[in-house]
């Protein structure tokens, strides 16, 4: 079973407006982390966001917001007033301990390409 | 300025060679990590080190070796056994305590 569920392979949104970036996760773990990383077409990896699973608000970063339903295992990213620039692929990862317990490792999903039109 | 450098950019061998990827971070991290990215597989993970002289295998680990001699170095050796190693391949490191990554600008294998 796949870790880290993107079910959006491609998102198109209008300059300005708003676009929720969809993300599930499985963990058994309950002490995780939640991210989503920007990557453009140059191939740099952005950080963006973070959530653990302990907190108890939604994390915001400017314009990024994570809307995190525990229950549901869902982490959400949503993008207000999109920009152009903001064309690019976006990826959801987790954070959980590995079977040995004792280290960290982090998991991808598959990722969403975001097409911003003018 | 702190950060991960990987080298080289881009790379192209012939079947049936080692090749080998450098990732060197000063940002004094801990912890380690290589990914392979695919069109449309997202980011997989190969390796990880948590601590000097120490690392684990990650999800697609066959064909490759790696090392952690030095806590700043963290080199990929993509081997002759790698049915298909053309890729992207990126560094990154994280602190223990936040696990946020910190990526390099990544290798491009292209393999002949």
């Known amino acids: 079973a796949q870790k880290i569920t993107q079910t959006q392979p491609g998102m198109f949104v209008q300059e300005k407006e708003a676009v929720t970036l969809d993300c599930t996760y499985d963990t058994s773990d309950p002490s995780y982390g939640l991210f989503w990383y920007k990557q453009p077409s140059s191939g740099e990896m952005i950080f963006l966001i973070y959530q653990g699973s302990y907190d108890q608000q939604n994390a915001t970063e400017g314009r990024y917001s994570l809307n995190f339903q525990k229950a549901r295992k869902s982490a959400n990213l949503v993008i207000s007033a999109s920009q152009l620039g903001d064309s690019a692929m976006y990826f959801c990862a987790m954070r959980e301990l590995d079977s040995g317990g004792s280290n960290y490792k982090l998991t991808f999903g598959k990722g969403t390409l975001l097409t911003v039109n003018p | 300025d702190g950060g991960i450098t990987q080298s080289p950019k881009y790379l192209f061998r012939k079947e049936g060679q080692n090749v080998t990827l450098s990732c060197e971070q000063n940002?004094?991290?801990?912890?380690m990590y290589w990914y392979r990215q695919d069109p449309g597989q997202g980011l997989r993970l190969i390796y990880y080190?948590?601590?000097?002289?120490?690392?684990q295998k990650g999800d697609i680990a066959e064909g490759y070796s790696v090392s952690r001699e030095k806590k700043e170095s963290f080199p990929l050796t993509v081997t002759s056994a790698q049915k298909n190693p053309t890729a992207f391949y990126l560094c990154a490191s994280s602190i223990q305590v936040t696990g946020e990554l910190f990526f390099g600008e990544g290798s491009r294998l292209t393999v002949l």
């Open positions: 080190s948590q601590i000097v002289n120490d690392f």
């Open positions: 940002l004094n991290h801990d912890a």
